[in-house]
Structures are given as structure tokens and as C-alpha cells.
Nanobody, 124 residues
Framework: VQLQASGGGLVQAGGSLRLSCAAS????????MAWFRQAPGKEREFVAG????????YYADSVKGRFTISRDKAKNTVYLQMDSLKSEDTAVYYCAAKMLTTAAVTTASNYDSWGQGTQVTVSS
């Protein structure tokens, strides 16, 4: 699976951004797709995930109610709509994919495909 992330940028606190992750290389009906982020000096952390086939979603508590993950099967693309952005959301955001198994969706090491990352900077 090849993943290409885009959509990052500079935004003021309270603003919005939408990230996109274009996937290619195979069919994704058995995959789980997710967004992670990594701020300087911090570990990569789970942000949100979605089951490609069912559309079931899961969010980190820190973004629940502000971020929305979705997928467009026709375009093989996963989106992360980020609203009410805060300065603490500043990070490099990565999209990731793994087979849908019992392995925890919040653990980065369980994912075997990663996009290149896109920088999100929120100014206060």
C-alpha cells in the first residue's frame, strides 16, 4: 500500500484544515486506516482511525468532537477534517494503514504502511 498525505499548513487557533491521504497499490476492504501525529520531542500518537469497509471510526480523547475522519471509497482517499484547532495540535501528521486484525489500532508499530507526513502548524 502506498500512501500520499497532503493538506497541511499554517492556521490560526480556532481555524480549520482538511488533510487528505490518497491510497494506492491494492484493494482496501480489509484495511484499517488511521492518522497519527508527532510533535517535536514527543512520540508519535494516534489521532483517529476508520475501518475502510464498515466506516467504523475511533478518536483519541484529545481530538474527539473537533476532528472527523472519513473515507471516499471511489477516490481511495481518507480525510481528516480538523476544526477548532489548538496550538497543541501542531505536529507532523501521518496517515497509516494496516490489515484489520485484533492488533490495537492506537499502536503505531502495528501499522505497516505510512505516508510521508504533512506539517500542521497552529498559531495562537
Amino acid at each position: 500500500v502506498q500512501l500520499q498525505a497532503s493538506g497541511g499548513g499554517l492556521v490560526q487557533a480556532g481555524g480549520s484544515l482538511r488533510l487528505s491521504c490518497a491510497a494506492s497499490g491494492r484493494t482496501f476492504s480489509s484495511h484499517y486506516m488511521a492518522w497519527f501525529r508527532q510533535a517535536p520531542g514527543k512520540e508519535r500518537e494516534f489521532v483517529a482511525g476508520i475501518s475502510w469497509n464498515s466506516g467504523w471510526t475511533y478518536y483519541a480523547d484529545s481530538v474527539k468532537g473537533r476532528f472527523t475522519i472519513s473515507r471516499d471509497k471511489a477516490k481511495n482517499t481518507v480525510y481528516l477534517q480538523m476544526d477548532s484547532l489548538k496550538s497543541e495540535d501542531t505536529a507532523v501528521y501521518y496517515c497509516a494503514a494496516k490489515m484489520l486484525t485484533t492488533a490495537a489500532v492506537t499502536t503505531a508499530s502495528n501499522y505497516d504502511s505510512w505516508g510521508q507526513g504533512t506539517q500542521v502548524t497552529v498559531s495562537s
